[in-house]
């Protein structure tokens, strides 16, 4: 008895050693949501840290057009399980960056969708990009119970797992730009610490490397905190100099969006209600685990203007 005890601790040992080496190898990687705003600066960094990449898109032609011949490119959608299946084939990690703004429940129908394919494909490592403010009590917002289902799945799932929920990237400014117009929409009094694509990229990269980084929620948030006005009036002066920041109270946009007809104005409008409530709600202790972003507001406005 005392030996079939000691052979099974051996074997335990031997098992967790072999999982600690299995992170620190390079890995074929799923990225899902890889040819968006924030997925595409994760693929590109865990390509060129040597990992095997694949892209899960619905559209692979664009990005094929997008990415070139060196990265593997499989077509699929979270919503069809078979194509998830065949597209975790040999894949050690899956790394998730999901959004559509036209199903909102996509993120959590997707993730669970994923959770289940992933176990039967072999799969030993999701990451997943979700936001700062997900917890319970700001379910009331849809975009938040969906991400907030999305994270409860994965850490039901047994699979090891790094949930990263970040602040406003940087690289969203120029969504809220519109020809010479960059629109503030309500108060949007709260700071938030504006972190880079890039920073983030290489804070997945490195969860992918670490033994700590396993089931852990890391919080990503940049070095400087800004409120909204304050970081688009420094990305339009260094960036689009054309264009001027305007406010408009939320009443008024609500007002405009229905006498118009504006539907992305209004679609827009409980996200804007959101931000200005609940603002970045990190939680202090588990911020930026993975090593601190260091790119500054005006450090990556210079960049984006010379490109
Ligand atoms: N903006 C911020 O400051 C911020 C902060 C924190 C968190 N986030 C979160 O970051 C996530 C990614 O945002 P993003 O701006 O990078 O989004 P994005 O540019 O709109 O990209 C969305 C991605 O989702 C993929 N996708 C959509 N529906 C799909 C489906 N049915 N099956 C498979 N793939 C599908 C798209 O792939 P194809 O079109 O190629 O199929 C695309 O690659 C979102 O959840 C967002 O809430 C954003």
């Known amino acids: 008895m005392n030996c079939i005890a000691g052979i099974l601790l051996i074997l ?17 990687i799923l990225i899902i949501g890889g040819t968006g705003m924030l997925g595409a600066p994760v693929t590109r960094r865990l390509c060129a840290e040597g990992n095997a990449v ?3 898109t619905r559209t692979p032609d664009a990005a094929r057009k997008k990415f070139g011949a060196e990265y593997e490119i499989v077509a ?4 069809d399980r078979n194509s998830l299946a065949q597209a975790m084939q040999g894949c050690q990690g899956v790394h998730i960056s999901l959004n559509d703004r036209a199903i909102p429940d996509l993120e959590r129908r997707g ?3 994923i959770v289940q394919v992933a176990p039967r494909a072999g799969v030993q490592r999701i990451t997943y990009l979700s936001g700062a403010s997900v917890k319970q009590e700001n379910c009331w917002y849809a975009g938040t119970a969906t991400k907030f289902a999305a994270e409860q799945a994965i850490r039901a799932s047994g699979i090891p797992y790094t949930i990263f929920k970040a602040t406003f990237f940087m690289d969203a400014l120029p969504r809220f730009v519109r020809g010479t117009r960059a629109s503030v929409i309500g108060n949007q009094s709260k700071p938030w610490h504006w972190v880079a694509a890039n920073d983030y ?5 490195r969860a992918y490397a ?3 980084a396993v089931d852990q929620d ?6 400087q905190a800004f409120t909204l006005e304050q970081a688009l009036k420094t990305y339009c002066a260094l960036v689009q100099p054309n264009a001027t920041v305007s406010r408009l109270p939320l009443w008024l946009a609500d007002l405009m969006a229905r006498a118009f007809g504006q539907k992305e104005l209004a679609n827009a409008l409980p996200f804007f209600r959101y931000t200005e409530k609940v603002g970045e709600n990190a939680d202090a202790a588990a911020v930026n685990a993975l090593g601190a972003p260091t790119t500054t ?7 984006i203007g010379n490109e």
């Open 76 to 79: 699929g959608d979270v919503q």
């Open 111 to 113: 993730v669970e969708n």
């Open 210 to 212: 670490e033994q700590k």
């Open 54 to 56: 694949r892209i899960l």
């Open 12 to 28: 335990l040992i031997l098992s967790n050693k072999l999982r600690i080496v299995r992170i620190n190898m390079k890995q074929q």
């Open 297 to 303: 507001l005006e450090q990556w406005c210079q960049r």
């Open 201 to 205: 990229a290489q804070m997945v990269a």
């Open 218 to 223: 890391v919080y990503v948030l940049g070095p």
